[in-house]
């Protein structure tokens, strides 16, 4: 079965710089997270997009940025970066359907983000 | 979402049945037990869920009490590949999704 895609696996860049991380989800799924968990962290929730609108967000630094295309892939933009910003970043996908029901959440295997 | 306690680690021998407790004495009445695992760096990996009503899949069954404000998750047969952190998320269901509070989870280490 088809899982979640993310782009690139690895990325190191320089603080002060930008970065773009992409997410496929799995075909028909609706809901796009995105997570960043720091290393000895637990996972924490930054942003959604469901039906290509923003429709949670969490604790995002105003530096980063996110949203999701017309193909349902989303994006992930972060800007002047810290090196606390190194982590690993998850996106998960999931169909919401708009009705309320359960929509169990399908992990990526994440972008390991190093700022040096 | 209603704040989940969870045991900080736990051990269980190959073969036996893991029973992994979770308190939650404040969840609502329309809010779900979701369980979630995170094998070493990896992305989180769905388990199951439940309102009131134990639920059993394929993977693991979730035993929820009558009053709701505890549950455990149980993996019968317990291998070395179940070693992972186990979280125990409390949330409500919306139209557009519902972002996952990670807390702190379990430490499950299975041991030959």
């Known amino acids: 079965a088809a899982g979640v895609i993310q782009s690139p696996r690895h990325l190191i860049k320089e603080k002060r710089e930008t970065a773009t991380l992409k997410c496929y989800p799995i075909p028909r799924h609706d809901t796009v997270y995105w997570y960043q968990q720091g290393p000895g962290q637990d996972p924490q929730f930054l942003i959604s997009f469901y039906e290509k609108m923003q429709s949670d967000k969490g604790s995002i630094p105003d530096r980063f940025s996110a949203q999701q295309f017309s193909d349902y892939h989303s994006e992930l933009n972060m800007s002047s970066l810290e090196l606390g910003d190194s982590a690993l970043y998850f996106c998960?996908?999931?169909?919401?359907?708009?009705?309320?029901?359960?929509?169990?959440?399908?992990f990526g295997p994440g972008t390991r983000l190093t700022v040096t | 979402d209603a704040k989940t306690t969870q045991p900080t680690s736990m051990d269980c021998a190959e073969g036996r049945a893991a029973n992994l407790p979770c308190n939650h004495s404040t969840i609502s009445g329309n809010e779900y037990v979701y369980w979630y695992r995170q094998i070493h760096s990896q992305g989180p990996q769905y388990i199951i869920h439940g309102l009131k009503n134990n639920e059993t899949n394929e993977m693991a069954s979730l035993i929820i009490t009558e009053d709701r404000k505890s549950s455990t998750l149980i993996l019968p047969h317990a291998t070395l590949r179940d070693t992972a952190v186990y979280y125990c998320i409390v949330r409500a269901h919306s139209n557009s999704g519902y972002a996952l509070n990670f807390g702190k989870g379990t430490s499950l280490l299975v041991t030959p």
């Open positions: 998960a996908s999931s169909l919401a359907t708009g009705t309320g029901g359960p929509d169990e959440q399908y």
